[in-house]
């Protein structure tokens, strides 16, 4: 992707592949970008200068059309970003948004994982117009990185275990996907309502990250063949005998099934996401699910589990008031340094391909951002 690296430009998604690699080798461009002067911008609307964009998991699903919002090609990538303001247009109230304040814009408002006029409006450029309502101030002591990196993650791990999890203090949970960033999250937020963490994954470097962001043990689930190895024994071993009472899981697949043989009875287990089994969609956008995940329902049935759907945004929309009182905690928390989100790596914003790939192969604890 060679570009004009001092030209305002954006990436561009030009059509969806059938997976995420091969939309990202063959469909990603880089383009340039005419920046709109001030007098341009509509009322209410803001000019961004984005300064760190989020490079997920999700951006990578929705480029071959395998997530569950559509976005419409050609598109710009980068569902959460941060970035100064450079201009505001009329009506904008000056005492609440002017030139130079540090803010993030809200993934829901604006940009490819919302609805309505701003969607085109992705973080993987470097200039946005979005509307003033998308803008929330950067908490006190986080910087652009972790800006970007602070919503979806922290929404997530809110919606799943507080809203759906219900979990307490004095609780026993295991985390799947722990150095991702929802899984970091779900650290950071079950360390602070006062429960135990069992933290997997499939790297020993990358767990003792995750250690240090405060899961109490971990767990490495890579079997010598590369698969999923058996965990019921050490992870009920970890949790008095009895079994975990909450399972947070971003994997799916194998690890699924082997996480239901090591919760306790009565136990919740709440469907974060299938890292392990991307493919459930059908590429390109063509929908459906041919090869849906599955669980057997006749341990579900034995052990008295709560099997848990926990789609934070598709509930956010049905329920906006409990969205506002989950960000307003998610900022309060930031603002009082109660969660960090940790950034570990950035690109400059021609190496976009090569930041969505270090990505999809795991080869990032945390956040992953572009610097546009
Ligand atoms: N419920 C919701 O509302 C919601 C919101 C946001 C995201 N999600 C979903 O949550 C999932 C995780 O998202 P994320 O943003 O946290 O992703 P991420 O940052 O890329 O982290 C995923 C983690 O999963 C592990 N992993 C990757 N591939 C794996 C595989 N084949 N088998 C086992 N583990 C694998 C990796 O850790 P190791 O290498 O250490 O194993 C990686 O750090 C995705 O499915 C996403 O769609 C759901």
Not at 103 to 115: E, Q, T, W
Not at 146 to 172: D, M
């Amino acid at each position: 992707m060679n570009s004009d690296a001092t030209q305002p430009r954006r990436v561009v998604v030009t059509e969806f592949g059938e997976n995420p690699v091969e939309a990202v080798e063959r469909f990603l461009k880089i383009e340039p970008i005419a920046v709109p002067v001030p007098s341009a911008l509509a009322p209410g609307e803001v000019l961004i200068r984005i300064r760190s964009a989020a490079v997920s998991w999700v951006d990578m699903l929705m480029a071959s059309g395998q997530y569950q919002h559509m976005a419409t090609p050609p598109y710009t990538p980068g569902i959460e970003y941060s970035g100064e303001v450079q201009a505001t247009g009329p009506g904008v109230d000056p005492a609440r948004c002017r030139a130079g304040d540090a803010v993030l814009v809200d993934f829901m408002k604006a940009g490819p994982r919302s609805y309505g006029d701003y969607r085109h409006a992705g973080g993987f450029a470097t200039h946005a117009v979005v509307p003033f309502e998308a803008l929330r101030p950067i908490p006190a002591g986080l910087s652009f990185d972790q800006a970007a990196n602070l919503l979806g993650a922290y929404e997530t791990a809110w919606h799943c275990l507080i809203a759906r999890g219900q979990l307490q203090a004095g609780e026993t949970v295991l985390i799947h996907g722990a150095s991702g960033v929802t899984g970091l999250a779900a650290v950071q937020v079950a360390k602070l309502l006062g429960a135990t963490v069992i933290a997997t994954g499939r790297s020993d470097e990358k767990l003792a990250v995750v250690r240090e962001q405060g899961a109490d043990h971990v767990v490495n689930l890579r079997g010598d063949d590369g698969g999923v190895r058996c965990f019921r024994d050490e992870v009920k071993a970890l949790s008095g005998g009895e079994g975990v009472d909450v399972v947070y899981d971003t994997v799916g697949g194998e690890t699924s099934l082997e996480s239901l043989r090591c919760m306790a009875f009565g136990a919740r287990f709440l469907i974060v996401g299938w890292v392990s089994t991307p493919d459930v969609a059908r590429g390109k956008g063509q929908r459906g699910a041919p090869n849906a995940n599955q669980l057997p329902t006749n341990i579900v049935q034995m052990k008295g589990l709560s099997v848990l759907g926990c789609p934070a945004v598709i509930t956010a929309h049905r329920d906006p008031q409990m969205r506002e009182r989950r960000v307003a905690q998610v900022l309060d928390w930031a603002a009082a340094g109660r969660i960090r989100p940790l950034v570990s790596r950035a690109f400059a914003l021609d190496d976009a391909k090569q930041a969505l790939l270090a990505r999809w192969n795991g080869d990032i604890v945390g956040g992953c951002v572009l610097h546009p």
